[in-house]
């Protein structure tokens, strides 16, 4: 004659337990690597921005190039210590430095589009003044890795230009200087993003963009 196998009370709570275990650990482990995916986007778009921003100036090299290169070199070494913390891998691809005198053009037809944009901008503005010109309507914000008092750096705008930037996230916004210039239409310095960041993150993806004053 045979015999089932029963189990006991314990061993049923126990395997329960076990269960619970490994599903609470999976749980946790999926979080842990989602919030660290979206660290590493945010430190491998400012990787991004700051290398495109050297091959430009070593493109189209002026009196200041080699200070500002010299000056982002130093802002990659720091986000690579913080992408190596955060497990984040292999860093990107170098963006291709361009040709010199389609730099040179590709400048001059920015700045003649640049003068156009703001023209219509400025004309299609609230009479009241009341809120500032929206710009660049679509693009993330990221971090310089630039140290020093709240402030941005731009392609798109002269220096001394104010930006309003607000993350949507969490409708936190800081309004700062252009100081310097960069690889896209703006990028806020330590001292800015940490104002405007969510806890954890590098990258502000639902951004508007704002020109005032």
Do not use: W, Y
């Amino acid at each position: 004659m045979s015999r089932k196998r029963t189990m006991s009370t314990k061993q049923k709570i126990a395997l329960m337990t076990g269960a619970a275990t490994l599903a609470g650990g999976f749980a946790v482990v999926t979080m842990s690597m989602g919030h660290a995916s979206v660290v590493c986007d945010g430190l491998d778009q400012a990787l991004r921005n700051n290398e495109s921003f050297i091959a430009g100036q070593r493109a189209n090299p002026d009196a200041q190039s080699a200070a500002r290169i010299a000056n982002r070199e130093a802002v990659i070494k720091q986000i690579n210590v913080q992408r190596e913390a955060s497990g984040c891998g292999a860093a990107p691809a170098a963006p291709a430095a361009p040709a010199a005198p389609a730099g040179q053009g590709q400048n001059q037809n920015q700045g003649q589009n640049q003068g156009q944009g703001q023209n219509q901008g400025q004309a299609a503005a609230p009479a009241g003044g009341a809120g500032g010109q929206v710009v660049c309507p679509g693009s993330t914000v990221t971090l310089s890795g630039e140290a020093g008092a709240p402030a941005a750096s731009s392609n798109q705008f002269p220096l001394g230009t104010r930006l309003k930037v607000t993350n949507l996230d969490n409708n936190k916004s800081t309004t700062v200087s252009v100081t310097s210039t960069s690889g896209s239409c703006a990028l806020l310095n330590n001292a800015a993003f940490e104002q405007v960041r969510e806890p954890g993150k590098f990258l502000i993806r639902k951004a508007r963009i704002e020109r005032v004053g």
